[in-house]
């Protein structure tokens, strides 16, 4: 009988292209790691064409794709649907395992968590930030979840700390599952460049001032300004600017849409090129493959980047980017948070610079994320029923 493997917390039809590449990726790495067919469900809103999509850009020969939107209102039939799955594996957004973005989203997030656990299914904590946890109300909550799931992976030390301070169970430190990304350069054939090309990914969460609309993450950079000035300082230097939406919205319908962000952009320094509005992130990382230098604050975009080789310089808002890069031995960001306009302009300007070095550490930094990828691979491998799993090197 065909395995049955369930996904929760990604979606590749998502808005979020770094939502969308968590489910890409971790159904890349499945398909390679069952052989024979089997069904995927992705417990998510996603369409059909949608399904469709991904099972065309990964080759999933032999699997099937499947879509159980969660609806809380029908809680026996998610049950069934859980149940029916032999194993879950849960991404959370990537970085929504955490109240960092209001207690709201990390209650609904527990509740999906614990709909597996009462199912009997296995659950499979994939790597992803884990906490902080500022409200105490939900330790409980995290505590049982993370006590009574088949396996725990971080994708940082930090948040195996963060996990700690809850529980004493074992929590395995990977690296995110976006690193399975594919891309094909030639998908984007960009003509020969006189000079350097900068991908400036432009977060229209940042630009709008968080959810909150009023510097939800604390930054002491002011983000706009920063923008602004940034594309100035690239032009003067003769530096070729591409801006590169990662979150991008259908007509105007998502508050946080990067597009409408970049197009403000575009609007006063029309000397930019504006990327394209990119169907899935293997679109997203093609094209960005193709840049020299990539300046993001969006954390997948920065993921898409880096991994693929090229300088990157991430925008910190929280303790997710330290966390994710120190974890592979990449130090070079900007924290938003702690320097103010002007430092982070200076700053940015040193590491772009500095980009034979940095890309040099991105690639010596590849090396170190792939045997951490492989630690997920090989553990995620160990717990599925006898003769289902290709070996894991």
């Known amino acids: 009988m065909a395995m049955r493997v369930g996904f929760l917390g990604v979606q590749c039809g998502n808005p ?23 069904e995927f469900v992705l417990f998510s809103p996603d369409t059909q064409s949608a399904l469709d999509r991904v099972g065309r850009t990964l080759s999933l020969d032999g699997k099937r794709l499947v879509a159980a939107t969660i609806r809380h209102r029908h809680i026996w039939k998610l049950h069934k649907a859980m149940r029916s799955c032999d194993l879950i594996i849960d991404l959370t957004g990537g970085d929504s395992f955490s109240d960092i973005y209001g207690l709201r989203r990390l209650m609904v997030n527990l509740a999906d968590k614990e709909m597996v656990l009462l199912s009997g299914t296995p659950l499979v904590i994939a790597p992803q930030t884990i906490g902080p946890f500022r409200s105490r109300l939900t330790r409980p909550v995290v505590r049982h979840v993370l006590n009574n799931s088949a396996l725990v992976f971080a994708r940082d030390e930090l948040s195996r700390d963060a996990a700690a301070a809850v529980t004493r169970r074992e929590v395995v430190v990977a690296t995110d599952v976006a690193l399975a990304l594919p891309f094909d350069r030639s998908l984007y054939p960009l003509p020969p460049a006189s000079t350097v090309r900068v991908g400036v990914n432009v977060s ?16 002491l950079t002011d983000y706009r300004k920063y923008c602004s000035l940034l594309v100035d300082r690239l032009h003067a230097d003769g530096l070729e600017v591409h801006l590169i939406p990662h979150v991008i919205g259908r007509g105007g319908s998502l508050d946080e849409d990067d597009v409408t962000a970049c197009e403000q952009i575009l609007a006063n320094q029309p000397g930019c090129t504006l990327a394209p509005r990119f169907r899935d992130p293997v679109e997203a990382k093609s094209y960005i493959a193709s840049l020299d230098v990539m300046v993001g604050a969006r954390m997948h975009a920065t993921i898409a980047a880096f991994t693929a080789g090229l300088a990157t310089i991430p925008l910190a808002y929280s303790r997710k980017f330290a966390g994710y890069y120190s974890n592979l031995g990449y130090a070079d960001l900007v924290d938003l948070t702690e320097l103010d306009t002007a430092s982070a302009l200076d700053r940015t300007a040193e ?18 994320a792939d045997k951490k990828l492989a630690e997920f691979t090989m553990r995620l491998a160990e717990i599925l029923p006898a003769g289902n799993a290709n070996s894991v090197k």
């Open 351 to 368: 590491l772009i610079n500095d980009r034979e070095r940095l890309q040099e550490a991105a690639r010596r930094s590849h090396g170190v």
């Open 204 to 219: 229209g969460l940042l630009w709008n001032g968080g959810y909150t609309k009023n510097n939800q993450f604390g930054l």
């Open 16 to 38: 979020n292209l770094g939502v969308a590449a968590l489910g890409y990726s971790v159904l890349r790495i499945m398909h390679q790691l069952l052989p024979d067919a089997a």
